[in-house]
């Protein structure tokens, strides 16, 4: 072998073996790190919006023990078959107490939901405006909820009343008060 050859053998080998080393050993190395990059900053990426949803977790738990808290509240305002008679009780005292006249409770036909069931009442009621106001307006400050369908006030025919004063004017209101009553209490008894 020459010594041309061999320089130049030598040479190739020289070139050769980094050109090797990279096509053999860094570049699919670079590439592997290259994609290990890639997936650390994907789950980085999923890390975070775990965290997200973590804290959106955090904050629906907290509303959903204030709904039900608020729930477990408007349900005990919700009376159940038997706590009717003490709402009909109650209604009947406050017209009392304003000196108002319960011409009729007539009950209706009652309609089930879901979680309730309504008890509508047409009730007729006579006595003065201000009394009528005043029984509203503490009707509507009951504990229990309640609702006025149909109000419609008018002046009787004869508007003097027995036992009432000359000078006070008799007015009738006619209304359906519809009570709202929790099926679920009388099941769990």
Same mark, same amino acid.
């Given at each position: 072998?020459?010594?041309?050859?061999?320089?130049?053998?030598?040479?190739?080998?020289?070139?050769?073996?980094?050109?090797?080393?990279?096509?053999?050993?860094?570049?699919?190395?670079?590439?592997?790190?290259?994609?290990?990059?890639?997936?650390?900053?994907?789950?980085?990426?999923?890390?975070?919006?775990?965290?997200?949803? /973590?804290?959106?977790? #955090?904050?629906?738990?907290?509303? =959903?023990?204030? &709904?039900?808290?608020?729930? %477990?509240?408007? $349900?005990?305002?919700?009376?159940?078959?038997?706590?009717?008679?003490?709402?009909?009780?109650?209604?009947?005292?406050?017209?009392?107490?304003?000196?108002?006249?319960?011409?009729?409770?007539?009950?209706?036909?009652?309609?089930?939901?879901?979680?309730?069931?309504?008890?509508?009442?047409?009730?007729?009621? /006579?006595?003065?405006? #201000?009394?009528?106001?005043?029984? =509203?307006?503490? &009707?509507?400050?009951?504990? %229990?909820?309640? $609702?006025?369908?149909?109000?419609?006030?008018?002046?009787?025919?004869?508007?003097?009343?027995?036992?009432?004063?000359?000078?006070?004017?008799?007015?009738?209101?006619?209304?359906?008060?519809?009570?709202?009553?929790?099926?679920?209490?009388?099941?769990?008894?």
């Amino acid at each position: 072998m020459s010594n041309r050859t061999r320089q130049v053998l030598f040479f190739v080998i020289l070139v050769g073996v980094p050109i090797g080393a990279w096509a053999f050993v860094f570049h699919p190395r670079n590439q592997a790190i290259s994609a290990a990059r890639i997936d650390v900053d994907l789950k980085r990426a999923q890390l975070e919006e775990l965290r997200e949803v /973590e804290a959106i977790n #955090a904050d629906l738990e907290t509303t =959903l023990a204030t &709904l039900q808290s608020a729930l %477990r509240q408007l $349900r005990a305002r919700i009376p159940d078959a038997a706590g009717v008679e003490d709402v009909l009780r109650r209604i009947a005292e406050i017209a009392q107490q304003n000196r108002l006249v319960i011409r009729s409770f007539k009950r209706e036909k009652t309609v089930s939901a879901s979680h309730y069931t309504e008890l509508p009442l047409e009730t007729v009621i /006579e006595g003065s405006f #201000a009394g009528i106001h005043r029984f =509203l307006f503490d &009707l509507e400050r009951m504990p %229990r909820i309640t $609702r006025i369908l149909d109000l419609r006030i008018e002046r009787p025919r004869s508007s003097a009343r027995p036992g009432s004063d000359p000078g006070e004017d008799l007015i009738r209101a006619e209304m359906v008060i519809t009570i709202y009553t929790d099926p679920d209490k009388e099941a769990d008894r």
